[in-house]
């Protein structure tokens, strides 16, 4: 990954501590940018079986223990919805696919991307999302629900639901806040830091900025 800011390109990352990932045990450098406040993680250069421990689903690793959870997480995610009539919905980093099912079964035509996918009729690759396969002015809704900061060139996939969005089409972006209270509190220790899967590190502020520079017109922004 490159050093500099994905924002505004500075090259002056400024190191603010290093945590120690609970699954391989090595450590990483979260640094901040000094001219525009975003935070990431600096990802060493790794062969492609080590950078696959670090992108393990979590759902494999813990099985049906997260359940409860993911159910409750995709109702709420339904209700953030309001009360948009059906359409096409992007379901980007989609996973096990919980989340297209869910809309499918409440009358939108739901397709996902995420990144080893192999192409059908409702799911396709990261890199077939990126290379314009999808028709421009097509989708009423792109959604990454905690999908953004953990891709290693957001904007890319943001420059690329700019152009699948039909003109009043929206994007919904949900991301951990790292100017929470929580995460002011748990300092290195915060859950959602969960280096090196969460490359990003975004506040309202730092994620309305990055929106912005990829021509989207921010609605509204909340936090829990």
């Known amino acids: 990954m490159s050093h500099s800011c994905l924002i505004c390109q500075d090259v002056r990352p400024q190191f603010l501590f290093s945590v120690r990932d609970f699954f391989s045990k090595d450590h990483f450098a979260i640094v901040e940018c000094p001219s525009c406040d975003l935070v990431r993680t600096i990802i060493p250069e790794r062969s492609e079986g080590e950078t696959q421990t670090y992108v393990e689903d979590p759902v494999k690793r813990f099985g049906s223990r997260l359940n409860p959870i993911v159910e409750k997480l995709y109702a709420l995610r339904k209700r953030t919805l309001g009360k948009m009539e059906p359409g096409v919905v992007i379901d980007v980093g989609c996973g096990q696919g919980e989340f297209i099912k869910a809309m499918d079964k409440a009358g939108w035509q739901a397709l996902g991307v995420e990144a080893q996918a192999r192409c059908t009729d409702d799911l396709i690759s990261d890199d077939e999302f990126l290379a314009g396969m999808l028709p421009e002015d097509s989708a009423d809704l792109?959604?990454?629900?905690?999908?953004?900061?953990?891709?290693?060139?957001?904007?890319?996939?943001?420059?690329?639901?700019?152009?699948?969005?039909?003109?009043?089409?929206?994007?919904?972006?949900?991301?951990?806040?790292?100017?929470?209270?929580?995460?002011?509190?748990?300092?290195?220790?915060?859950?959602?830091?969960?280096?090196?899967?969460?490359?990003?590190?975004?506040?309202?502020?730092?994620?309305?900025?990055?929106?912005?520079?990829?021509?989207?017109?921010?609605?509204?922004?909340?936090?829990?």
């Open 142 to 224: 792109v959604c990454f629900w905690h999908s953004l900061e953990h891709l290693a060139y957001p904007a890319h996939f943001l420059e690329a639901a700019h152009t699948v969005l039909k003109p009043q089409g929206k994007v919904l972006v949900e991301v951990p806040n790292i100017s929470s209270f929580q995460s002011w509190w748990a300092d290195k220790n915060w859950l959602h830091l969960d280096c090196p899967r969460h490359r990003f590190h975004f506040s309202p502020e730092t994620l309305t900025q990055l929106m912005k520079s990829q021509g989207f017109a921010i609605q509204s922004v909340s936090t829990w």
